[in-house]
């Protein structure tokens, strides 16, 4: 009886049955629509190179081969250091800026403080307006001399105006003023009430952003093609997207001779391609269930209501 | 408290009266508030930095867009040339084209993103097994893993003269088949479809992170006073989102003569025959550019792309002030 | 909101100033290398010849290469040889495809120092030189490159000039090469198909008949998003810039006309023949969405495709497709031009960042003279990497191969230098610099090699052109559009575009270039 009517009130406020199995349906098949391609790319990148190019896709291949995987393995040394090069900015890169952002972000949330205004608007402008590729080239390497150096990779993503203003909006509207004031008349500093009540109620938006950021971090090759000259460096993407790029250009018509290059007799073309999607997906496929848990419905002290 | 609070706002902003008569600074109001949220200041003082360096130090670069850049004389010395570098933009018989194809598709994201992504993030949200909704969610989401490159070998796949459609579809269904490559007129429908299905988990997440910010203690007393969950919906959790709806949005206009490069250079496989339906401006630019790789006119053309997006966030903002005040971005 | 305003210009103006600075400095560092002519006096070798009075210093040498492992030890041996000869050591920088380009132009702009780079004229040559990035080479080459002088074909020293000054060494390879057909051997020999006997690219169409009656899993004609357009005609006209820009002129003995090359004979020929191949199905149906023809290829599923022949082509393919191929030239009985762009087409520049630009000179002119040095950086180190098995033939090394060599995959004939310095591989046969030698004698230079096209003056005009020929072009050379038909939407896009303001500014040039050379 007891347990009954505690249950009720969860209950009550649940969607009909009905209504329940109709999205659920919705769902699933959307869900197929989603699995289903990566499924196929991975039938491609197992499928033998010259059996696609005559039998096209399949989610059932003719003919199977491992000449992909096996290229992309054949340095097998060399595969592993990019997965370590990118695991480390990602994780050193993602850290950063969650707290610079937070830090940056929650100032703007209060609306005491006068220059919130004119400080949002400095962040969000850079998102409007961007000096170009070339002088930002020349600040990295010749100022800051970051060439073939990995702060080059994690730099640049920190401070992001999107994730700013999500964050920005996320702590006007869920960590109201009341128990900042109440803490405030407690006595505790601003950095304590930081770190002791704003951040624990902000899991939901520490968790978007630094699941955005990792992710970013993650599927970077450009940074990498622009500053990292030394292989020893490369990041997973890059070093992916290279391979390649030289396979592209050394059988497009750009080229007016092309060398006496017996290696790309070994090379498979699009199978290598879904290879490359598969094996650079990898890991970061858990990140998304792994920041899942922190949308939870956030932790929120009841006082508030007092 | 919340009284002291106001005097102590008032105060400074009586003081800043008086100062207007003094020299340039508003020194002492701007000292009194770093004094006052000092703790704040601190908390920017990173992030501030970082924010300078990466993005205002290269702004200076800007000027090149103006500029016949050469190298002897560099960025400083080389002579200007006014407006000259902007002129390629419009000098396509296609240049409308081009920009309605932008703006377009960009409304259309916007609009379609934003209310797929509500949709799915309130279902989700309500379904009543947790687990499938969370299984549900990375599944969603698994699409904006892969590259343009790799959805335009799916979507070739799919589509080509010997795809899946084609061979496959045509026969089951009785239908005719269909040169997809050669025939403009579908593709603004496959451009804004496959760009939803790769990026709406994207927009999901943000709606669920505002959803899971919102006091539980809201819906029980909605409950108790008898409201079902369209009401609830309705009048709590939407106007929650409110505000993340009003800032994705105003970035997004921010962003409106840009486009994703990589959604349309490569799904349609860069066909000639489709431009009519897909060039927008940032392909439009590549293209022109490839070869030649001008820094004064790449500059230019960024500066337009930005020009453009600063009046239209301008004017979204003011928009948006008119209606709710507290919404405002800036 | 007034407050804010003037915060707002405050900050935009201290950002504004401090950039000035910070651009101060760095335009302090790039004008510290002379000013075009002037050459440092760091170098007193011009007099001197023996090594000793020579400076140690380093040469900084960008390259189009792959990322190879055992790039330091190859660099290693080359400086062992390098310091004796010019008390000098190289630093090899390698840029691969995926990112040359880019990587050029930020190097360049940021102004870093550079002895010798890479830079054809089919990756804006010609830009760096009107924007001053290149040094111009006349007296370095006179003083330094006495070696590369005697090695080269005199075509090769006109063909980088521009307005009066030389600016770049070119590769000596082959001077020019002929638009051509590759075919499978073994159709070629079952149905009795004689190569010799192809005149003109229709003649092969009652092959391709053939193929498609008989042959039903085997494409007759694979055209790689209308690849073949380009290899037909090159015979016959050459663009002044690049190829998505439809302005040039016809090779010729006369005078050089600059037109609109989209209506020239050969031209419309070459595209109805692509359209009526297309609508005989002769061609891939999937020829729009086609960007990579080597699977299809490797998988033998090709009868015949068009390439840019020279001595040896079809022995180069069949090593990286793996069966038997045989060549035919497109055209027969015409006379063969050596053009400008065939000579610059991998050439060396010594950019204005060098601090000794004769000390890069002399390095180049090692790569004309030196076999040892030229087939380290070609090949790598012998035993190590490769080995002989004859006089000028060598293979792998015992134990190496494709995948785990520590320098393979590279491109000789960008590596600079003269190619007939290079051994040949295995797969080659061993007398291709014999037969390349007297294939360049059969090419005639055009009047005009020497001049290049400036396009500064309508380089908007030039942007626009390109769009227009990336998005309306294409169709016609892929054969899914009839020319009569499709072809005057074109002309009034390329109207629009400037084409005529082209042409103009570009036929000026090319008069002014005849007469002053009178």
Redesign the interface.
């Given at each position: 009886m007891k347990t009954k009517n505690i249950k009720r009130?969860v209950e009550?406020?649940?969607?009909k049955?009905t209504?329940?199995l109709v999205?659920?349906v919705?769902?699933?098949v959307?869900?197929i629509?989603?699995?289903a391609?990566?499924i196929?790319?991975f039938m491609v990148s197992i499928t033998d190179?010259?059996?696609?190019?005559?039998n096209?896709?399949s989610f059932f291949p003719s003919k199977i081969s491992l000449d992909a995987y096996r290229y992309l393995f054949?340095d097998l040394g060399k595969l592993l250091r990019t997965y370590g090069i990118t695991i480390f900015t990602c994780v050193v890169g993602t850290f950063f800026c969650v707290l610079?952002?937070m830090?940056?972000a929650?100032?703007l949330s209060?609306k005491?403080?006068?220059?919130r205004?004119?400080?949002?608007?400095?962040?969000?402008f850079?998102?409007?307006?961007?000096?170009?590729?070339?002088?930002?080239?020349?600040?990295y390497?010749?100022?800051?001399n970051l060439q073939n150096n990995l702060l080059a990779l994690i730099?640049?993503p920190?401070?992001n105006?999107?994730y700013v203003?999500?964050a920005k909006?996320?702590f006007?509207?869920?960590v109201p003023d009341s128990v900042l004031?109440a803490a405030?008349?407690d006595g505790a500093?601003?950095?304590k009430i930081?770190r002791k009540i704003v951040i624990p109620?902000?899991t939901?938006?520490i968790?978007?952003v630094a699941?955005?950021s990792s992710?970013a971090y993650w599927?970077d090759w450009y940074l990498c093609?622009?500053y990292i000259?030394d292989?020893k460096y490369y990041n997973l993407q890059y070093s992916m997207?290279?391979a390649?790029?030289?396979l592209?250009?050394?059988?497009?018509?750009?080229v007016?001779?092309?060398?006496?290059?017996?290696?790309?007799?070994?090379v498979?073309?699009?199978t290598l391609?879904?290879a490359m999607?598969i094996v650079?997906?990898g890991p970061?496929?858990f990140a998304?269930?792994f920041f899942?848990r922190?949308?939870?419905?956030?932790l929120?002290i009841?006082a508030?209501?007092g | 408290m919340t009284t002291n609070a106001n005097t102590t706002t008032e105060t400074t902003t009586d003081t800043s009266i008086t100062l207007e008569k003094k020299p340039l600074w508003k020194k002492s109001a701007f000292l009194k508030e770093l004094v006052t949220n000092k703790a704040l200041f601190l908390m920017l003082l990173a992030p501030f930095t970082l924010i300078f360096v990466n993005y205002y130090i290269p702004m200076f670069g800007v000027i090149i867009a103006f500029k016949n850049f050469n190298y002897s004389d560099g960025f400083l010395r080389s002579p200007w040339a006014g407006l000259q570098n902007f002129r390629f933009l419009f000098m396509s018989d296609a240049a409308w084209q081009i920009t309605r194809n932008t703006i377009l598709y960009n409304l259309f994201f916007i609009v379609l993103g934003l209310v797929f992504a509500l949709l799915f993030a309130l279902s989700l949200n309500e379904l009543r097994n947790k687990f499938m909704a969370k299984f549900y969610q990375s599944v969603i989401f698994l699409p904006y893993f892969l590259s343009w490159v790799v959805v335009a070998y799916l979507v070739l796949a799919f589509l080509d003269p010997n795809g899946f459609y084609n061979k496959t579809v045509v026969n089951l269904l009785n239908l005719e088949s269909v040169d997809w490559y050669a025939s403009p007129k579908y593709w603004p429908y496959i451009l804004v479809l496959v760009n939803l299905w790769k990026n709406i988990g994207y927009g999901i997440v943000i709606y669920l992170a505002g959803i899971a910010g919102i006091d539980q203690e809201y819906y029980e007393a909605a409950t108790l006073d008898g409201a079902n969950k369209f009401q609830q919906i309705k009048h709590i959790t939407i106007p929650f989102l409110v505000p993340f709806m009003v800032v994705t949005t105003i970035i997004n206009l921010g962003n409106i003569f840009r486009s994703d490069f990589g959604l349309f250079y490569q799904i349609p496989m860069q066909q000639g025959l489709l431009a009519p339906a897909t060039e927008v401006l940032d392909t439009y630019i590549y293209k022109a550019l490839i070869t030649t790789g001008d820094l004064g006119m790449s500059s230019a053309a960024g500066l337009y792309q930005s020009i453009v997006g600063f009046f239209t966030v301008l004017l979204a903002n003011w928009v948006v002030g008119k209606i709710s005040n507290e919404n405002r971005m800036f | 909101m007034f407050k804010m305003k003037k915060l707002a210009c405050f900050i935009v103006s201290t950002t504004l100033v401090s950039c000035l600075l910070l651009s101060g400095c760095s335009k302090n560092t790039t004008t510290e290398p002379n000013d075009s002519n002037s050459i440092p006096n760091s170098n007193s070798s011009g007099e001197d010849s023996g090594n000793s009075t020579l400076e140690p210093y380093e040469i900084d040498a960008y390259f189009l290469a792959p990322q190879c492992k055992d790039l330091d030890l190859v660099e290693a041996e080359i400086n062992k040889l390098l310091k004796e000869k010019i008390n000098a050591t190289v630093n090899l920088n390698y840029y691969w495809w995926d990112n040359y380009q880019q990587r050029q132009q930020l190097d360049v702009t940021s102004g870093k120092k550079i002895d010798i780079m890479f830079s054809p004229s089919w990756w804006g040559f010609n830009d760096y030189v009107a924007k001053e990035a290149w040094l111009p080479l006349d007296e370095l080459l006179e003083e330094n490159g006495k070696d590369i002088i005697e090695n080269i074909a005199p075509a090769y020293l006109k063909a980088p000039i521009i307005n009066g000054k030389l600016y770049a060494i070119p590769t000596g390879k082959d001077m020019y090469g002929t638009g051509g057909f590759i075919f499978n051997k073994e159709l070629v020999d079952k149905y009795d198909f004689d190569i010799n006997s192809i005149t003109q690219p229709e003649d092969i169409e009652p092959w391709l008949k053939t193929i498609k009656d008989n042959e039903p899993g085997i494409i007759p004609f694979l055209s790689t998003n209308g690849d073949q357009q380009a290899y037909l005609v090159q015979d016959w006209q050459v663009n002044v810039g690049t190829i998505d820009v439809p302005v040039g002129y016809e090779k010729t003995d006369g005078d050089v006309e600059i037109i609109n090359l989209l209506e020239t004979d050969i031209s419309k020929r070459i595209y109805n023949l692509t359209r009526s191949w297309y609508k005989k199905g002769y061609i891939n149906k999937d020829v729009a969405t086609l960007q990579d023809g080597t699977p299809i290829k490797k998988a033998k599923k090709v009868f015949a495709w068009t390439e840019q022949l020279k001595p040896g082509k079809a022995d180069e393919l069949k090593a990286q497709y793996g069966y038997d191929l045989v060549q035919a030239n497109a055209w027969k009985d015409i006379q063969y031009y050596t053009t400008t762009l065939d000579l610059t087409n991998s050439q060396l520049v010594i950019p204005r960042t060098s601090k000794d630009p004769a000390r890069a000179m002399m390095f180049i002119n090692e790569l004309f003279a030196n076999k040892e040095i030229k087939n380290l950086l070609s090949w790598g180190i012998e035993g190590k990497h490769y080995k002989k098995i004859s006089d000028n033939q060598i293979d792998f090394a015992d134990g190496v191969n494709a995948d785990n060599s520590g320098y393979y995959g590279l491109a000789q004939w960008a590596m600079g230098g003269s190619q007939f310095l290079d051994y040949l591989w295995v797969s080659e046969s061993p007398d291709k610099w014999q037969k390349m030698k007297e294939f360049n004698e059969i090419a005639k230079p055009m009047k005009i090699v020497g001049w290049t096209y400036d396009s500064s003056n309508v380089k908007s005009e030039m942007a626009a052109l390109a769009t227009v020929g990336q998005n309306q072009v294409e169709p016609l050379s892929q054969g899914l559009v009839d020319y009569d038909e499709y072809y005057p939407n074109v002309k009034s896009s390329l109207e629009k575009a400037g084409i005529q303001k082209v042409i103009d500014d570009c036929q000026n040039s090319v008069d002014e270039f005849i007469s002053s050379t009178k």
């Open positions: 009130p009550i406020n649940s969607i049955p209504t329940n999205l659920n919705i769902f699933s959307y869900c629509a989603c699995i391609p990566l196929l790319i190179q010259a059996s696609l190019a005559t096209g896709y054949s610079f952002t830090l940056y929650y100032p209060r005491t403080f006068k220059y205004n004119f400080f949002a608007f400095f962040i969000f850079t998102m409007l307006f961007q000096g170009g590729l070339v002088p930002w080239y020349i600040l390497t010749k100022y800051l730099m640049p920190i401070m105006a999107f203003l999500v909006t996320f006007s509207i869920n004031e405030r008349i500093s601003e950095f930081f109620m902000s939901p938006v968790a978007t699941l955005f992710l599927n093609l622009l000259n292989p997207y290279q390649l790029r030289s592209q250009f050394l059988t497009s018509s750009l007016p001779s092309s060398s006496a290059a017996s290696s790309l007799a070994n498979p073309g699009e391609r879904m999607a650079g997906i970061i496929i998304y269930p899942q922190y949308f939870i419905k956030g929120t009841g508030v209501k | - | -």
